[in-house]
């Protein structure tokens, strides 16, 4: 049995002691005795008392430490184990570091038991049905560990109350893009071992490519682009209006990079009061300059301004993903021939979902994630603000009974005084 406050009882215990110590405190009447000199007494009620140390009144002595014992217990909430049972949390890898998602779900089928929980994150999390592993759909987003762990821990403090213990198991590639800073803090949260189990990770294209752009013979950025060292994927760049064509490309599971020249070549919705800035930042490139800030991007954020206003969004697009830049540059300026512009051109034209790191993590990451020691004990997942004890209401019944009980025994003691 396991307690959800377990502080309420040595509150109860020090109250029952107390209780005990106060009946040794006694007041009693002194015994009456003739005296020669009576006859010069008035004819009063006597109240005089002496003190004494002497236990009294033995039955009220009970029922009141019972009834500040029963309090104690239902505040404490007694919880009761769930008879040695072991339930099992799966996370499983649907992100592009993923080579084989039949291999994510065969993995699932061995160690996901009845009861247990599946949970399917890539740079998000969320629980997935159980009863079929047509569920772990592959993505292309970037996966995060970080984002795993967190819905796991939510579904231990589910699963506590109908288990002693939790076991965490993560299906996953365990690349080098999985994890942030704050995967290990996060892990810090899970109070027990986690077994890893590995599949293969997709392979990165080695085949180089070079970029391909449309836009006009003058056109400042695209000469910039031409700069770029050769890509990883085919990206295709449109410095005009979008076709269908391109749209189709996209769905092929190529990146399309739509960024417009001017306000005329872009169908998005403005700013409700348009401005400039003076910067824009994605992952560790900056560019620094005097920037139209024109359009209202929808989409995940890919770039930022200064005052972190998406410059640039990626949405999904069939296999591929078309990426929107937001990002006027002005065409006399030589921005586009800095080095600080091939370097923020390089995260703008990455793989849907951004830059890969498919190594994978070292021996001591994996140490770390996996940590040692027992199963994650479900009195540690508990939830004390959410959970109940059922004994709770019985145990305050009790209690009540009890004062009920001790005020009758009272009554009755001073009728017979």
Same mark, same amino acid.
């Given at each position: 049995m396991t307690?959800?406050?377990?502080?309420?009882?040595t509150?109860?215990a020090? #109250?029952?002691?107390?209780?005990i110590?106060?009946?040794f405190?006694?007041?009693s009447?002194?015994?009456a005795?003739?005296?020669?000199?009576a006859?010069?007494i008035?004819?009063r009620?006597?109240?005089a008392?002496t003190?004494s140390?002497a236990l009294?009144?033995v039955?009220l002595?009970?029922?009141?430490?019972? %009834?500040?014992?029963l309090?104690?217990?239902a505040v404490?909430g007694?919880?009761?184990a769930?008879?040695?049972k072991?339930s099992?949390?799966?996370?499983?890898d649907?992100?592009?570091?993923v080579a084989?998602i039949d %291999?994510?779900?065969?993995?699932?089928r061995?160690?996901?038991?009845?009861g247990?929980?599946?949970?399917?994150?890539d740079?998000?999390a969320?629980?997935?049905?159980?009863?079929?592993?047509?569920?772990?759909?592959?993505?292309?987003e970037?996966g995060?560990? /970080?984002a795993?762990i967190s819905a796991?821990?939510r #579904?231990?403090?589910?699963?506590a109350?109908n288990?002693?213990?939790?076991?965490?198991?993560?299906?996953s590639?365990?690349?080098?893009?999985?994890?942030d800073?704050?995967?290990?803090?996060i892990?810090?949260a899970?109070?027990g071992r986690i077994?890893?189990?590995h599949?293969?990770?997709?392979?990165?294209a080695?085949?180089?490519?070079?970029v391909?752009?449309? /836009?006009?013979a003058?056109?400042?950025?695209?000469?910039?682009?031409s700069?770029?060292?050769?890509?990883i994927?085919p990206?295709r760049?449109?410095?005009?209006r979008?076709?269908?064509?391109?749209s189709?490309w996209a769905?092929?599971?190529?990146v399309l990079?739509?960024w417009? %020249?001017a306000d005329?070549?872009?169908?998005?919705?403005?700013r409700? /009061?348009?401005?400039?800035?003076? #910067?824009?930042?994605?992952g560790k490139a900056?560019?620094?300059?005097?920037?139209?800030?024109?359009?209202a991007?929808s989409g995940?954020a890919?770039?930022?301004?200064?005052?972190?206003?998406?410059?640039?969004v990626?949405q999904?697009?069939?296999?591929?993903?078309?990426r929107h830049v937001?990002?006027?540059?002005d065409?006399?300026s030589?921005?586009?021939?800095?080095e600080?512009?091939?370097s923020?051109?390089?995260?703008?034209?990455?793989?849907?979902?951004?830059?890969r790191?498919?190594?994978?993590?070292?021996?001591?990451?994996?140490?770390?994630?996996?940590?040692a020691g027992?199963?994650?004990?479900?009195?540690?997942?508990?939830?004390t603000?959410?959970?109940?004890s059922?004994l709770?209401?019985?145990?305050l019944?009790a209690?009540?009974?009890?004062?009920?009980?001790?005020?009758?025994v009272?009554r009755?003691?001073?009728r017979f005084?």
């Amino acid at each position: 049995m396991t307690w959800l406050i377990p502080t309420a009882l040595t509150v109860a215990a020090v #109250g029952a002691i107390a209780t005990i110590a106060l009946h040794f405190i006694a007041r009693s009447r002194p015994i009456a005795e003739p005296l020669p000199t009576a006859r010069f007494i008035p004819d009063r009620a006597i109240h005089a008392r002496t003190r004494s140390l002497a236990l009294t009144d033995v039955l009220l002595m009970l029922l009141r430490v019972a %009834a500040v014992l029963l309090i104690g217990f239902a505040v404490a909430g007694p919880l009761f184990a769930g008879n040695g049972k072991v339930s099992r949390i799966v996370l499983a890898d649907r992100s592009r570091a993923v080579a084989s998602i039949d %291999a994510i779900r065969d993995s699932v089928r061995a160690y996901l038991r009845p009861g247990g929980e599946l949970i399917a994150f890539d740079s998000s999390a969320s629980l997935a049905r159980t009863t079929t592993m047509d569920s772990i759909i592959a993505t292309k987003e970037r996966g995060s560990l /970080s984002a795993a762990i967190s819905a796991a821990v939510r #579904g231990g403090v589910r699963a506590a109350p109908n288990a002693d213990s939790i076991e965490l198991v993560i299906v996953s590639p365990l690349t080098r893009e999985e994890i942030d800073a704050a995967t290990l803090k996060i892990r810090a949260a899970w109070p027990g071992r986690i077994r890893l189990v590995h599949v293969a990770a997709s392979e990165v294209a080695a085949k180089p490519t070079r970029v391909d752009v449309r /836009s006009d013979a003058n056109d400042g950025v695209a000469a910039g682009l031409s700069l770029l060292p050769a890509l990883i994927a085919p990206v295709r760049v449109v410095r005009g209006r979008l076709t269908a064509d391109d749209s189709a490309w996209a769905r092929a599971g190529n990146v399309l990079v739509h960024w417009p %020249a001017a306000d005329a070549d872009a169908d998005w919705p403005h700013r409700a /009061s348009i401005d400039a800035i003076g #910067g824009v930042t994605v992952g560790k490139a900056t560019l620094v300059g005097r920037f139209p800030r024109l359009w209202a991007l929808s989409g995940r954020a890919v770039a930022r301004w200064a005052d972190g206003e998406p410059a640039a969004v990626e949405q999904p697009a069939g296999a591929g993903c078309i990426r929107h830049v937001g990002i006027l540059i002005d065409e006399s300026s030589d921005l586009p021939l800095r080095e600080s512009f091939r370097s923020f051109a390089n995260e703008m034209l990455a793989p849907c979902g951004g830059s890969r790191a498919a190594s994978p993590l070292d021996s001591a990451t994996v140490a770390a994630i996996a940590g040692a020691g027992p199963l994650a004990s479900s009195s540690r997942l508990r939830d004390t603000t959410t959970a109940t004890s059922r004994l709770m209401p019985w145990l305050l019944l009790a209690a009540a009974l009890a004062l009920i009980a001790e005020l009758s025994v009272r009554r009755s003691a001073s009728r017979f005084a």
